[in-house]
């Protein structure tokens, strides 16, 4: 390992701790790096609140940071948000040398950031283990690239491929250790969302039950309005942001006042979206995109993950599989819809990778972007 790979390993373990919390921020990690010894880190630990360089050289000696390197996990930025510019400080301080992971796409910084450090004389290097930090942030890029949320499609199924029992009960296909990383993933993404046809069968929480996480927005496909008054969802609306998704006509219907004003009673916020009879996906994300939510772990069931794979719309799969079979013609496999007609038409993942959980696997990959999305 090189000696900038060390340190902006170091960045990328700082980076990780902000974890669920820096949303629609994206992850930073930073070390400051004198004479070979690492004298100040820092990370963004939540949006609003100081980026990774700024902690790291307010923690840092002024005589420390002068002719310091810096190793920072994403191009320091150059504009004012929330925060002041981190280049700003970094010259204030009299860094020497910047080291930088990752170019940030954001349009205010783009580059900015670089050419700002280099024309005041400091060396920066970009690209170190540029691969992990793009990684670390997929959700930002995508983000603050398209305006609408980056879309994960979990679920768990037996190895004959059914997510319950032909008579509904799903609980459990998979162990404690493979559910304990269920509730990581719903600390790392900011929203979840589920049709209401699992609503109605399992009545879930949809919270995240890890210690120190934090809950994800609850966003229920709902086109006719049938999330019931008592739920454990509709119960927890006012501790937990929950947005019921339904059609246009659905909201509108007379019949449905009642109904409508029970849910808002209870905490729940109606989120018309698109005609009837199904809910508009596209216009649904472009919705939330502008809400703030960058990413979206959809935990099923079938007819919608047969509806996000079919419009192309899903950026990254987690597949956990338990060692069971179920069998059963009638159960329910993970993605329904029409399927693909053709092997050649079906959705094809890359960067395939599997970990293991207790007695459990998961299959973690990128589907490949539609004709519509590669364009
Ligand atoms: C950095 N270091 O630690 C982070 C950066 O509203 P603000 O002030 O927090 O700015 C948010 C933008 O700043 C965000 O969209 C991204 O471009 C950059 N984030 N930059 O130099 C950090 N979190
Ligand atoms: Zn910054």
Sequence with gaps: MSYEEKYMRRALDLARRGEGWTSPNPMVGCV????????????????????????ALLHCREEDAEGAELYVTLEPCCHTGRTPPCTDIILQRKIGAVYVGSEDPNPKVAGGGLRILREAGVKVETGHLQRECI????????????????????YAMSLDGKIACAGG?????????????????????????????TVLLDDPLLNCRMEGGRNPVRVICDSNLRLPLKSR??????????????????????????????????????????TEPK??????????????????LVEGGGTL??????????????????????????????????GAALMKDAVLLRELQIRRFGDDFCICGYPQ?????GK
């Design 169 to 197: 009960d799903s609980k459990w296909v998979t162990g404690k250790e493979a559910r304990e990383a269920v509730h990581r993933l719903r600390n790392r993404y900011r929203a979840i969302l589920v049709g209401i046809g």
């Design 32 to 55: 400051v790096v004198k004479n070979g010894q690492i004298v100040s880190e820092g990370w963004h630990e939540r949006c609003g609140k100081n980026h990774a360089e700024r902690n």
């Design 233 to 274: 969802i509709t119960e927890s609306a006012w501790e937990i942001r929950t947005l019921d998704v339904c059609s246009e006509t659905a909201a509108a219907a007379r019949e449905n006042r009642e109904k409508r004003a029970g849910l808002e009673k209870a905490g729940v916020e109606i989120l018309p979206c698109g």
């Design 369 to 373: 972007p539609g004709p519509e999305e």
């Design 279 to 296: 809910i508009d996906l596209r216009r649904l994300f472009a919705e939330l995109g502008k809400l703030g939510i960058d990413s979206v």
């Design 135 to 154: 990684r670390l942030n997929e959700v930002f890029f995508h983000y603050i690239k398209t305006g609408t949320p980056f879309i994960v499609s979990k």
């Design 305 to 338: 993950n047969g509806s996000l794979f079919e419009a192309g719309l899903v950026q990254k799969v987690y597949a956990f599989l338990g060692g069971k079979i179920i069998g059963g013609r009638e159960a329910k496999s993970p993605v329904e819809g029409r």
